[in-house]
């Protein structure tokens, strides 16, 4: 009788699992000169401790606040994302986060739109 190869994630049900409550955030019209700051909330759906190793955005308008504590199985954290606009007009920036889970790196996309004062 021929043997099922097990599922990824089957092989890995021993680690943490980073999972997020959405993978995009709309932080609509924001004012020129003022910052807008959204929370995005996570959980640990593995079975081991998840920790947040590096988050990296690529703009230096935004910012992430993020928890330095490990989560234990089950529980839920968040990241605190504030965007400070430079310029008017629509804007899509990208959010990297590292992580020690299984999925080892996830991206979040915020988009909106900076107006005149």
Same mark, same amino acid.
């Given at each position: 009788?021929?043997? !099922?190869?097990?599922?990824?994630?089957?092989? *890995?049900?021993?680690k943490a699992? #980073?999972?997020?409550? @959405?993978?995009?955030l709309n932080f609509?019209?924001i004012?020129m000169?003022?910052t807008k700051?959204l929370?995005?909330?996570?959980?640990?759906?593995?079975?081991?401790?998840?920790v947040?190793?590096?988050v990296y !955005?690529?703009?230096?308008?935004?910012?992430? *606040?993020?928890?330095k504590?490990? #989560?234990?199985?089950? @529980?839920?954290g968040t990241l605190?994302i504030t965007?400070?606009?430079?310029?008017?007009g629509?804007?899509n920036?990208?959010?990297?986060?590292?992580?020690?889970?299984?999925?080892?790196?996830?991206t979040?996309?915020?988009?909106?739109?900076?107006?005149?004062?």
């Open positions: 009788m021929a043997q !099922t190869m097990p599922t990824a994630q089957q092989q *890995d049900n021993n699992f #980073f999972s997020l409550e @959405k993978k995009s609509g019209e004012k000169g003022s700051t929370e995005l909330s996570f959980t640990n759906t593995g079975k081991k401790t998840l947040l190793t590096d !955005t690529n703009c230096g308008c935004t910012t992430v *606040d993020w928890p504590d490990p #989560f234990a199985p089950g @529980k839920s605190k965007y400070n606009p430079t310029e008017t629509p804007f920036k990208t959010i990297y986060v590292y992580t020690n889970a299984q999925n080892s790196s996830e979040v996309q915020i988009e909106g739109m900076v107006i005149e004062k």
